[in-house]
């Protein structure tokens, strides 16, 4: 398994880029930082689990690679504004 990226350091790391060079590009392709990119990617692939399985919260956190379930409750309610629960009975 792939150990997923989670900080633009990560990504720089994998890709042979410095993380001055990723930013930049990131930047003038989406005008966001690498950190707030993943982070959407992040909520994308958390909302598709939502939407698209029954599984238990806990058991999103833990494929998604979370510390636990109360770490990625309080990361998807930050920017999102609902919780997992409230996203899930939204749609």
């Known amino acids: 398994m792939i150990p997923p990226m989670t900080h633009a350091i990560d990504v720089a790391k994998a890709a042979p880029i410095t993380p001055d060079y990723l930013n930049k ?3 003038r ?3 966001i930082t690498p950190k707030a990119l993943i982070d959407q990617q992040i909520i994308v692939e958390i909302k598709s689990y939502l939407n ?3 599984l238990p ?3 999103i956190a833990e494929l998604l690679n ?3 379930a109360s770490y990625m409750c309080r990361f ?3 920017k ?3 919780s ?3 996203f899930r009975k939204q749609n």
Do not use: N, Q
Request: some cysteine; charged content about 30%.
């Open 25 to 27: 590009v990131c930047h």
């Open 57 to 59: 919260v806990g058991e």
């Open 80 to 82: 999102t504004g609902m």
């Open 29 to 31: 392709a989406y005008g």
């Open 66 to 68: 979370f510390e636990d």
């Open 84 to 86: 997992p629960l409230e």
């Open 52 to 54: 698209d399985t029954t």
């Open 76 to 78: 998807f309610r930050r």
